[in-house]
């Protein structure tokens, strides 16, 4: 267990629905990371949170949003969803706001299926 | 922008071989340098990082790798491979925004 907590593993959804990731950090871990993970395009960074804002933007799209709450859980939600949303979406989380001197922990991930 | 990559996105080794996994870096300040592990319907796991300091790190699981400035490297090795290294790993860098920039991964095979 990374300390990290992903919720749901997976997800089975249908095309033009709207769905929403939850991550809890690792406890004392301030900055939280969204990745995905897909077959033709890798790793990819979506979005960073530090402590509830907004710290950096990767290549998210429109229809997607997060946000991180007060008790620093984060949200990831996906809206229109397309088939080619179908991926790992992880989330990861770190002490620093900045230079990831620690590295990441990474959460298991969670399944996105859309049909 | 900083950049990674990773040669070859499959390596095939027999058990008792040695392990190299090839990792190469773009950045425009002093990187800060990791290798994560994903096994099978798993999350990422830190194995090393370098971030100041000695060139050579060592990790978990008998996985070292070496900072090479002057080639910009970070290969990751292992003396001898077991089977239960058999996964991907994904090499990192930090870029300038500070966020961790992953390469294309190399999936490890080994054969007994």
């Given amino acids: 267990d990374s300390g990290v907590t992903q919720t749901p593993k997976h997800l089975i959804t249908a095309t033009g629905q ?14 939280v990371y969204w990745y995905q993970q897909s077959l033709d395009q890798g790793l990819q960074f979506l979005i960073q949170y530090y402590n509830g804002e907004e710290r ?14 007060p008790d620093l859980h984060s949200e990831l939600n996906l809206s229109s969803l397309e088939l080619g949303d179908s991926a ?28 | 922008a900083q ?22 870096y773009s950045s425009s300040v002093p990187p800060y340098l990791f290798w994560y592990v994903q096994y099978p319907n798993q999350g990422l796991q830190l194995l090393l990082k370098y971030t100041t300091g000695a060139t050579l790190v060592k990790g978990i699981n008998g996985f070292e ?37 992953f390469g294309s991964g190399t999936r490890l095979l080994v054969r007994p």
């Avoid at chain 2, 900072?67 to 300038?96: G, Q």
């Fill in chain 1, 18 to 31: 709207r769905v929403t990731l939850r991550c809890s950090p690792r406890s004392g871990d301030l900055s």
């Fill in chain 1, 56 to 69: 950096a933007k990767g290549n998210i799209l429109e229809r997607f949003s997060a946000q991180q709450f």
């Fill in chain 1, 88 to 115: 790992l979406y992880f989330c990861a989380s770190s002490r620093s706001r900045d230079r990831a001197n620690y590295g990441y922990t990474f959460g298991s991930g969670t399944r996105l299926t859309v049909v």
């Fill in chain 2, 3 to 24: 950049s990674v990559t990773q040669l070859g996105s499959h390596v095939s080794v027999s058990e008792g071989a040695l392990v190299l996994l090839r990792c190469n």
């Fill in chain 2, 65 to 101: 790798a070496e900072f090479k400035k002057s080639e910009t490297s970070f290969h990751l090795t292992k003396p001898s491979a077991h089977m239960s290294d058999a996964a991907e790993y994904f090499c990192a860098v930090t870029d300038s925004s500070y966020k961790l920039i």
